[in-house]
């Protein structure tokens, strides 16, 4: 059964939002990834999410159903349609979907927007293709086989041509076709191209409405004092001094909603413009009942979920007999790796617009996830589905803490409580005190190595809070998916063991860009450049021969990794970098590889230091990620990952002391800034395979890279993050 | 009522002189291209241009900003147009919201120094945070306009 169907005549497409009129392909591309479903056999029950509109006047509408965030995810969804259709780029318009089920999963996250989207994409469009081609036919009384199209033309082998907008009264009326041929790759346009990001024209000129920007008529501002220690409640509050402030409303309480994506509730202010309600949060009078989470002093936490891994944990994973390879060795080594909480901080502040009207409410945020943000709302309002309209806008960024829409039941609760749109903006300070922060964690780690330098044994005990602990409180060890990317280190070893400490969480713990990659690619990378030491080798060969012969790794994945695309990388960015030839007098260099959102990242940092500070002059980063959709994109999210991994290598430290988070802005939760960048060198490995993942995979490899380089250079080896704390910086 | 000369119009306003002027911008006039991220003049995503030089909005009280020529992201200048149009060509934005502020500061600059080095531009940037990184293209952009203004 064919999942793709015309919906030209049929009643319901102005239910997603399309005009009628104009050629429209619907498609249900679950069924890409999932079994056919009943519902797709079955016309009636038909359930598409992905639509392709075409128009008489050639103007072709796409629907984007994942967010943009600097992902380039509206250019390179649609350019993969466009592509397979032979439409010309400058005739698409791309059409951003609201939050709703119908549009498939739409959370902008994992790094999968790509890879789970790229088949019925091409699928989409070489369907629409062959129904233009037919209707060409049908109007020339020729054989479609003398039919060829080419932006947004068909053309025929005598020459004459007519233009895809005016094919579109014939196209409506044709079934689609059983057998479609695909484009060959060689003939793509723009898929592995560079193409021009269908929103920089708007981003430029300051136009690109993101959350913060919407505006509604009546519409109010309003700022939220949240208590210190998370989860702490209000006791009392005194508001005369802020009603006092010139353009401040009214002043209300908002309880907490004790759900993973709620409210912390606290006390807002609504005003008449967002700095009288700033002013107005400032002037707050507030009694806290802080709660157990006062206690939470970050380094004392520290001292303990180490002292938890320097002891037996849980095993996560046991092959082969590791006490007895570190009896038998040649050499052991241990190390310890300790890496601090970190904030998102996306350029664009969280905040959400909604006016709730009766049982009804419509949102504009910048949300990763207009679902669970739509899904947050209902359950809030006690109302259900089609009451509530999510409609997604640019994002300032993400990162990952807008695929929680905790900021947006704030709106949605302050709006029904005044009976007015309204707008909630974080303060910086919010953002900064009050996130979903990426885990804290400590590592302990100890190989053994036989006399010609083998790794004969690997030991990774971690202690770190869990994300699962958001979803279920009281969850104190690592999750599953935490332990699989030290349980699936890409090392040939035969005896390894993972193990895990007990680590509680004491603020919101969040998935942060590459999330659990950080400290594991971290501790796994200045791990096997301290063994090559160890084992007098170079830490490339060193790396090549850890990961071993080829071969076809399994996981509990769906993809399993291959070794050779993963030395592949590293071989290309050491030659990249010219490793082993000589460098400037006092430059060295260092390395790391990961794999992660199934793809291979490898990358090679130059590094000196001058008065004891290290500059960052080069980095190599080549990435092997499948098949590459806009080949711009991917290398400006490598660019963009070397400066991210740089910031938290360099200065990304979140503290708590009772229970309070210590930073405050940029000013003390840093971020690299013109003057420290490198220049970042990126190479993408030509592939046929499947689209893998590139928002995040380039983060992890930088920070252990360049602690391996200041080692190479210096002699001394550094655990843990951020330099700065080391005075590096 | 304090009055605002914004891209060449006149705006009249009735809020506290001590407003900053990014939110009199922002939420009175009604421009929105002029970014909040900090508020303390950190990051420069509020940066616009005031009698030509560039200034931090979220730090100057409107009062300050009266009698003066204000320039923001919506607005006209040689220099800014022909960055954006080399920011484009090399898509230099990722989520984009840094953008108008480091537009204006690289007018600023080229407003100042027609050829500057990277020095220069390192010093004229430094105030600019962009979280998604695209510093070196950026970079790039800047000295592409440069370029393309020497062939004329
Ligand atoms: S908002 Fe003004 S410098 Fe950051
Ligand atoms: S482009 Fe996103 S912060 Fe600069």
């Known amino acids: ?729 | 009522m304090i009055t605002l000369q914004i891209n060449g119009k006149k705006h009249q306003i009735d809020v506290a002189p001590e407003m900053p002027l990014l939110w009199a911008i922002r939420d009175i006039v009604g421009l929105t291209g002029t970014k909040y991220g900090c508020g303390i003049g950190v990051c420069g995503s509020c940066k616009v241009l005031l009698d030509n030089s560039p200034v931090q909005s979220c730090m100057i009280p409107v009062s300050a900003a009266e009698g003066k020529n204000v320039i923001t992201i919506e607005g006209v200048s040689e220099n800014l147009q022909l960055l954006q149009a080399s920011w484009t060509a090399l898509n230099v934005p990722q989520c984009g919201f840094c953008q108008p502020g480091q537009l204006i500061a690289a007018t600023a600059l080229l407003d100042k120094i027609s050829e500057p080095t990277d020095e220069e531009i390192n010093e004229a940037m430094i105030g600019n945070i962009c979280r998604c990184g695209t510093y070196q293209r950026i970079k790039s952009a800047i000295h592409r306009t440069v370029e393309l203004k020497k062939q004329g």
């Not at chain 1, 103007?59 to 032979?86: F, K, Q, W």
Request: net charge neutral; aromatic share 8%.
């Open chain 1, 1 to 729: 059964m064919n999942p793709i169907r015309n919906i030209s005549r049929r009643t319901f497409v102005k239910s997603v939002g399309l005009a009628s009129g104009g050629l429209i392909l619907a498609c249900n591309t679950s069924v890409f990834s999932d079994k056919e479903t009943a519902e797709n056999k079955d016309l009636a029950n038909f359930n598409p999410n992905l639509f392709v509109q075409l128009n008489s006047d050639g103007s072709l509408i796409l629907i984007a159903s994942r967010s943009e965030m600097g992902n380039g995810v509206r250019t390179s969804l649609t350019s993969v349609i466009a592509d397979e259709m032979d439409a010309d780029w400058t005739k698409v318009i791309v059409q951003q979907a609201v939050g709703d089920a119908k549009y498939g999963d739409q959370n902008t996250d994992g790094s999968r927007s790509v890879r789970y989207l790229y088949e019925p994409m091409r699928k989409i469009g070489a369907m629409a293709r062959a129904m233009l081609i037919s209707a060409a036919a049908q109007t020339w009384k020729v054989p479609m086989t003398e039919c060829t199209a080419e932006n947004h033309v068909v053309l025929h082998s005598s020459g004459k041509k007519i233009a895809y907008g005016d094919l579109v009264e014939i196209a409506k009326n044709l079934e689609v076709p059983t057998e479609i041929t695909y484009k060959n790759p060689k003939d793509f346009k723009y898929i592995g191209k560079k193409l021009r990001g269908v929103d920089v024209e708007e981003y430029v000129n300051g136009s690109a409405i993101f959350g913060l920007d919407k505006r509604l008529p009546n519409m109010k501002f309003a700022a939220m004092q949240r208590c210190p220690v998370t989860f702490g409640t209000v006791k009392s509050f005194d508001k005369t001094a802020a009603m006092k402030v010139a353009g401040v409303i009214d002043v209300i309480e908002i309880p907490r909603i004790e759900k993973p994506f709620g409210t912390l509730g606290g006390i807002a202010v609504i005003a008449s413009n967002t700095w009288a309600a700033f002013k107005g949060k400032e002037a707050l009078k507030i009694e806290w009942n802080f709660g157990d989470n006062v206690a939470y002093d970050s380094e004392k936490y520290m001292k303990q979920i180490t002292g938890n891994v320097h002891k037996q944990g849980k095993v996560g994973k046991d092959v082969g007999n590791v006490n007895k390879a570190f009896k038998n060795a040649h050499k052991t080594i241990e190390s310890t790796f300790q890496l601090p909480h970190l904030a998102h901080a996306p350029m664009e502040v969280p905040n959400a617009v909604a006016w709730v009207q009766g049982d009804s409410c419509e949102v504009w945020a910048p949300t990763q996830d207009p679902q669970s943000a739509r899904k947050e709302v209902v359950d809030y309002l006690g109302t259900t589905e089609e009451k509530v309209t999510i409609n997604v806008t640019f994002l300032g960024g993400g990162f990952g803490r807008k695929s929680k829409p905790d900021y947006v039941v704030e709106a949605v609760a302050i709006s029904k409580a005044m009976n007015a749109p309204i707008q909630v903006v974080w303060t910086r300070e919010d953002d900064i005190k009050h996130g979903y922060y990426h885990t804290v964690s400590s590592q302990y780690l100890k190989a053994s190595l036989d006399k010609q330098g083998n790794v004969t044994g690997w030991l990774n005990r971690f202690a770190l809070p869990s994300i699962a602990s958001t979803f279920s409180p009281g969850v104190d060890y690592p999750a599953g998916f935490e332990i699989s990317s030290a349980a699936n280190v890409p090392f040939d070893i035969k005896n390894m063991k993972v193990e895990v400490g007990q680590s509680p969480a004491h603020v919101r713990i969040g998935w942060l860009r590459s999330v659990i990659n950080i400290p594991h690619g971290f501790s796994q990378n200045v791990f096997a450049d301290e063994l090559a030491v160890a084992a007098g080798k170079d830490p490339l060969e060193f790396r090549l021969n850890l990961i071993g012969e080829d071969r076809i790794e399994e996981t509990e994945d769906p993809i399993k990794y291959n070794t050779a695309r993963l030395k592949n990388v590293l071989k290309l960015a050491a030659k990249n970098a010219n490793w082993g030839k000589p460098l400037p007098e006092g430059h060295a260099y260092g390395l790391s590889v990961h794999y992660s959102f199934y793809s291979y990242v490898a990358s090679v940092v130059e590094i000196s230091m001058i008065d004891n500070k290290v500059k960052v002059h080069n980095v190599y980063t080549v990435i092997d990620c499948g098949t590459v959709v806009n080949r711009d994109t991917v290398k400006a999210q490598l660019e963009g990952a070397a400066i991210f991994g740089m910031s938290l290598a360099f200065y990304g430290k979140i503290t708590a002391k009772n229970g309070a988070i210590e930073q405050s802005n940029y000013s003390d939760y840093k971020m690299i800034r013109m003057n420290e960048i490198p220049k970042v060198h990126v190479e993408i490995v030509e592939s046929t395979e499947n689209p893998t993942g590139v928002g995040e995979p380039g983060v992890p490899v930088i920070a252990p890279a360049i602690v391996n380089a200041i080692y190479k250079l210096t002699g001394k080896r550094y655990y843990n993050l951020p330099l700065s704390d080391y005075g590096l910086v």
